[in-house]
């Protein structure tokens, strides 16, 4: 893998980013973007000891005991803040927590996802580019910017079309930001900190802005 110009700092918020080769359609199906959520959640840690496909393979018994260490925090490369998953790319907002986390965590996920695909469509080799993008989060406007353009992301490209289907796509973090409940893996905090620890705000913000993002996504591909 190419070395970056600018490496990726503990400590650090970025908007990673990467797409498939050749624009092909990676997650078109509910069994592939749930297998990469599942990696997302998964790999998070440093203390699973099976890669995520011989653990699917394990009985009940021993899944629950690994679900229970991997979700340890004390064990955690990153803490995702959001996701959203396309057809043929994905979006992640991730705070780096040690030195190498971010990369080594995508190295991982990629990596397990790519297995996945490839057993399952009967081919080999890479599926995403070979490096994926990453932007530091410098100020706070910029990452609420950002966690906002990730959330709208599926309705900009118009793989959904109506702002009650936004609140619903199972595929994107945005319904764990606006739920009660904050079961989910996302790390919601930070970002909702910015408006004051109040969702209702922030959803706001992310639906008032829908019709601005879509319309400057029509001009990028003009």
């Not at 986390?101 to 580019?129: C, D, L, M, P, W």
């Not at 992301?153 to 609140?167: A, P």
Request: with cysteine; glycine share 4%.
């Amino acid at each position: 893998m190419p070395i970056r110009e600018e490496p990726l700092l503990a400590g650090s918020i970025y908007h990673i980013y990467n797409r498939s080769v050749d624009k092909k359609i990676l997650f078109g199906t509910r069994l592939g973007c749930y297998r990469f959520i599942e990696a997302l959640k998964y790999y998070r840690s440093t203390k699973f000891n099976v890669s995520l496909s011989r653990f699917y393979r394990l009985d009940e018994y021993r899944r629950k005991e690994i679900e229970e260490i991997v979700k340890d925090h004390a064990y955690h490369t990153v803490q995702v803040l959001a996701y959203a998953l396309m057809p043929t790319h994905f979006h992640l907002l991730l705070k780096d927590l040690h030195e190498n986390g971010i990369s080594q965590y995508i190295s991982k996920v990629t990596n397990a996802f790519t297995r996945y695909y490839n057993i399952t469509h009967h081919r080999t080799g890479s599926v995403f580019e070979s490096r994926f993008k990453a932007t530091c989060m410098r100020t706070d406007e910029q990452l609420i910017h950002t966690s906002r353009y990730i959330h709208l992301n599926c309705y900009s490209g118009n793989i959904i079309q109506t702002i009650d289907e936004l609140r619903l796509y199972e595929w994107s973090s945005y319904k764990h930001y606006i739920e009660d409940n904050n079961s989910s893996f996302v790390h919601r905090e930070i970002v909702l900190s910015l408006f004051g620890d109040n969702k209702l705000n922030h959803q706001k913000f992310v639906e008032q802005n829908a019709e601005y993002q879509r319309r400057l996504e029509k001009t990028k591909h003009k």
